[in-house]
C-alpha cells in the first residue's frame, strides 16, 4: 500500500512565499511534499485553457504516494487542486484563504475551493500549522519529521 501525502501546491517557488517558514515546517513531515507553480501564470491564460493544462500536469505528476489532502494557497491554485482530486477523488482539499483584495478578481474560483475545501485556513503570516498537522495524523499521513 502506498503512503498518503499531504501535496503542497505552492502558489511561488518556497524561497519566495511568505508562509516559508509554516510550509518547510509541513514539509519536514516525511508524508509531505510540495510541488512548484507552473512556469506559465495562470492568471494570465484563459480559464479553460488553464483548466486543461492542469489536467495534463496531474497526469504527469509523479507522487511518491497517494494524495490524502492537497492543499492550495490562492484560487488560481483550484485548477491543478482539482485536477488531482479527480484522479484521487479519496483526497480532501485544504484551502489556504488570502485576504480579501487577492480573491476578488478569482471570485469564482474562490467559491468553488471554499465549497470544496475539507479543511481551510488563513494565508496570513502568523499561521498555526498545529490543526494541519493533527489533520495529517488523522488521515493517516506522518506529520512527524524522520529522525
Not at 495534463?56 to 505528476?61: H, I, L, P, S, V
Not at 475539507?118 to 488523522?138: G, H, N, S, W, Y
Amino acid at each position: 500500500m502506498e503512503p498518503q501525502l499531504l501535496v503542497l501546491l505552492l502558489p511561488q517557488r518556497l524561497e519566495r512565499f511568505h508562509l516559508e517558514p509554516q510550509a518547510r515546517e509541513l514539509l519536514r513531515a516525511p508524508g509531505a511534499v510540495a510541488v512548484d507553480p507552473a512556469r506559465i501564470p495562470v492568471g494570465r491564460i484563459p480559464a479553460p485553457v488553464a483548466a486543461g493544462l492542469a489536467v495534463g500536469q496531474a497526469k504527469r505528476m509523479r507522487l511518491p504516494g497517494i494524495p490524502g489532502a492537497v492543499a492550495i494557497f490562492h484560487p488560481l491554485q483550484f485548477f491543478l487542486a482539482g485536477a488531482l482530486l479527480a484522479r484521487h477523488p479519496a483526497s480532501e482539499l485544504w484551502y489556504g484563504e488570502p485576504e480579501a483584495d487577492e480573491v476578488a478578481p478569482y471570485d469564482e474560483l474562490h467559491t468553488a475551493a471554499s465549497e470544496r475545501a475539507a479543511l481551510k485556513f488563513p494565508v496570513t503570516t502568523d499561521l498555526d500549522i498545529t490543526p494541519l498537522q493533527l489533520r495529517m495524523a488523522e488521515l493517516g499521513i506522518d506529520p512527524l519529521a524522520g529522525s
